[in-house]
């Protein structure tokens, strides 16, 4: 492709986006579906979204400790959420289990 522009232009890796400042999240305007609305109504409609909620939870320190050292650099937060599925999942198998072997056992019964 042939250059049309003679200007010299130095070519960087540098981000040419302007950097956000405190001031410039303070201004912003928060909307939704085009509609400006208040801080707390963009907070519900992101954790809405989003699919989670925020709790507190008092855990054993030696629990917190665990997975502060298992997510290295990623939220140990993320994974306790995680863990919690996984047992959630478990727990499921181990009810459909159970009903499959009650039903089985009330076939065998009559």
């Given at each position: 492709?042939?250059?049309?522009?003679?200007?010299?232009?130095?070519?960087?890796s540098?981000?040419?986006?302007?950097?956000?400042?405190?001031?410039?999240?303070?201004?912003?305007?928060?909307?939704?579906?085009?509609?400006?609305?208040?801080?707390?109504?963009?907070?519900?409609?992101?954790r809405?979204?989003?699919?989670?909620?925020?709790?507190?939870?008092?855990?054993?320190?030696?629990?917190?400790?665990?997975?502060?050292?298992?997510?290295?650099?990623?939220?140990?937060?993320?994974?306790?959420?995680?863990?919690?599925?996984?047992?959630?999942?478990?727990?499921?198998?181990?009810?459909?289990?159970?009903?499959?072997?009650?039903?089985?056992?009330?076939?065998?019964?009559?």
């Amino acid at each position: 492709m042939k250059q049309t522009s003679t200007s010299k232009m130095p070519v960087t890796s540098d981000d040419d986006a302007p950097k956000l400042t405190q001031a410039a999240f303070d201004g912003a305007r928060l909307r939704i579906g085009g509609k400006d609305v208040s801080r707390a109504e963009w907070q519900a409609a992101v954790r809405a979204r989003v699919g989670k909620q925020r709790i507190n939870i008092m855990l054993d320190a030696p629990v917190v400790e665990h997975f502060k050292a298992a997510a290295g650099g990623r939220g140990y937060q993320t994974l306790i959420n995680e863990a919690l599925r996984e047992a959630i999942r478990g727990q499921d198998v181990v009810d459909a289990v159970r009903q499959v072997v009650r039903e089985e056992l009330g076939r065998v019964a009559v």
